[in-house]
């Protein structure tokens, strides 16, 4: 029987980028493991949980689409707070932590992964993804008529609506 590592994978914005798709597959073939993702509540509430568990659910799916093993929880909207919650040292082995590019990541700018590290002792990988894509608008609009002043404009000058 050979040893099996638990990885903690920490993400909000980013827990359905491919960027993390692909660090999970690529940690997956180095040897057998599974995944908790953590999902840090966005802001406090009942509302910011739920908002959280779309997330997770949303990621959980792909995550095992892709043949990963893979858990999940949603954790406290504090990113620290959330890995201390459930951090075990008897548990996990190793974290990968998922964010956004510098220049727009608040987990970044609060140098999470280095404190993540001296709070876990075992290594971290950091895995920078893109911003997930807003979704395409695909409703189709009315063709707009052009008001009865237009009309009486363009009557007067000569010179159709512009």
């Known amino acids: 029987m050979s040893w099996k590592y638990s990885v903690l994978v920490m993400a909000n914005v980013t827990a ?10 690529q940690r997956a073939a180095r040897g057998t ?4 993702l953590l999902v840090p509540a966005t802001g406090g509430g009942r509302e910011g949980r739920e908002a959280a568990r779309v997330v997770l659910d949303t990621a959980l799916e792909r995550l095992r689409e892709a043949e990963l093993e893979v858990e999940g929880t949603v954790g406290d909207p504090d990113p620290i707070a959330a890995v201390h919650e459930v951090w075990d040292p008897m548990r996990y082995d190793e974290v990968i932590i998922s964010t956004l ?19 876990t002792s075992v290594p971290v990988q950091h895995v920078v ?3 997930p894509k807003p979704p395409v608008r ?5 063709e707009r008529k052009p008001s009865r002043l237009i009309s009486v404009m363009a009557a007067i000058t000569g010179r159709g609506p512009q």
């Open 101 to 119: 590019p510098t220049d727009s990541s608040r987990w970044l700018a609060l140098d999470l992964p280095h404190r993540i590290e001296k709070l």
């Open 138 to 142: 695909t409703e189709h609009r009315p």
């Open 129 to 131: 993804a893109s911003p």
């Open 33 to 36: 493991c599974g995944f908790t």
């Open 16 to 25: 359905t980028s491919d960027e993390l798709l692909d660090a999970l597959r």
